[in-house]
Each structure stands twice: as structure tokens, then as C-alpha cells.
């Protein structure tokens, strides 16, 4: 069982702008999907790719965080329609779906169970460079939480006016939020496609 405010929990999060798909190579559902995703996609439609696909992308980063030497294998991630969720290697992992009909996205996240707080936000970045805008979304979904007011009370740090959130990667390149140079208890993923980007940010511990 994991201890309360362990900092190795996981989320994953991607983002298709199906205005940017186009027809896939004949060979690409068979490298990619199983029998019974390409049987849904035949039956359900394009869209229903592009949803399986942002699962599978959420999932594997979500998996490449726990596992930094894990590469990309996306048959080896299955999607289960009637359980809402995709298994690998034995493993389910329930997975949301946002999918927006009229901006022409769809937006998938993953995570897993023990977290405090969930947010995700997707916004459209024209003039600004991505790296950028992502992680402007993530900075307003975590200053915006009381649990970063609570969190950020205890650190006792006359600076804090002044401080800005910063984000730096690890040695794994996974993102770190950091406050006043402590880093702030929050898991998180950056996607983006075209002119979208979207964050995930999941709250560990609030102490």
C-alpha cells in the first residue's frame, strides 16, 4: 500500500486535433491495434482511432514515468470499450476521455487512484510557443488550488509574494513544479497537438 503523500504517483494525458489527422498508412492499424480495436474503429468510425490512440499515448506516459526505460509499444496497450479503461502487461488503467465536437479534439487522461485532487485543462495557443502555453495551463490549475494556498502556508519562506512557479524536468524528463525552490507535491503531464495544448495536474499531499 502506498504511504499517504508518496510523491511516485503517475498521470498521463494526450490531446489529438483531428483536423491535423489524416487517412493512416493501410499498415498503421495493424502495427498499432489489436483485433478487437480494429474492429471498433471498422464498426464506430475514424474518431473512435483517435480516441483509442490518445489512450494508448496517455497510458504509455503514465507507464514511462514509473518506467523511465520503457519504450513506446502501442499494440502492446489494449483498449477495453465496455470497461472503460486499457490494460497492459495485466495492468487496467481507467481512462477519460474529452471529446469536443465543435473545437475538433480529443483529449485523453489517466491516472492513478491514490491522488488527492485531479484537474486537466485544454486551451488553443496561437501566438505562443507550446512548451510555453502548457505549462501557463498548468501553472493556473495549480495556483488556483487550495491545496497549493494550504501547501504553499507551511513552507514559512518570506518570499513567497515574489516566488514564481517554475518548472524544470527530471533526470528522466518528467515535469516538476517547483515554489520557493521546494517542489510542489503535484504529478504531471504536457500534450499537445496543432495549436492545442493540454495539462494534467494530480495532487499528492497538501503537507
Not at 474492429?39 to 480516441?51: L, S, V
Not at 488503467?93 to 485544454?122: G, I, M, R
Not at 495557443?125 to 494556498?149: G, H, M, N, T, Y
Request: with cysteine; hydrophobic share 40%.
Amino acid at each position: 500500500m502506498r504511504k499517504k503523500g508518496d510523491l511516485n504517483l503517475f498521470i498521463g494525458n494526450d490531446i489529438v486535433a483531428l483536423s491535423s489527422t489524416q487517412k493512416p498508412h493501410p499498415r498503421f492499424d495493424s502495427r498499432v491495434f489489436t483485433p478487437s480495436e480494429i474492429k471498433q474503429i471498422e464498426t464506430q468510425g475514424d474518431t473512435r482511432r483517435w480516441h483509442i490512440w490518445a489512450a494508448k499515448e496517455a497510458c504509455y506516459k503514465l507507464e514511462k514515468q514509473r518506467d523511465p526505460t520503457l519504450f513506446f509499444s502501442p499494440i502492446e496497450y489494449e483498449w477495453f470499450q465496455e470497461e472503460n479503461c486499457l490494460k497492459f502487461r495485466n495492468h487496467a488503467t481507467k481512462v477519460y476521455f474529452e471529446l469536443d465536437s465543435e473545437l475538433n479534439y480529443v483529449h485523453a487522461w489517466c491516472f492513478e487512484p491514490d491522488f488527492l485532487e485531479v484537474a486537466v485543462q485544454v486551451k488553443r495557443a496561437f501566438d505562443v510557443p507550446q512548451s510555453l502555453a502548457v505549462r501557463s495551463v498548468a501553472q493556473e490549475l495549480i495556483c488556483s488550488s487550495v491545496r497549493f494556498k494550504e501547501w504553499a502556508k507551511t513552507l514559512k519562506k518570506t518570499s513567497q509574494e515574489t516566488s514564481v512557479l517554475e518548472f524544470k524536468q527530471n533526470s528522466s524528463k518528467v515535469p516538476k513544479a517547483f515554489f520557493c525552490g521546494f517542489e510542489v507535491p503535484v504529478s504531471l503531464s504536457f500534450s499537445h497537438d496543432e495549436n492545442y495544448v493540454a495539462s494534467a495536474v494530480a495532487w499528492v499531499s497538501a503537507k
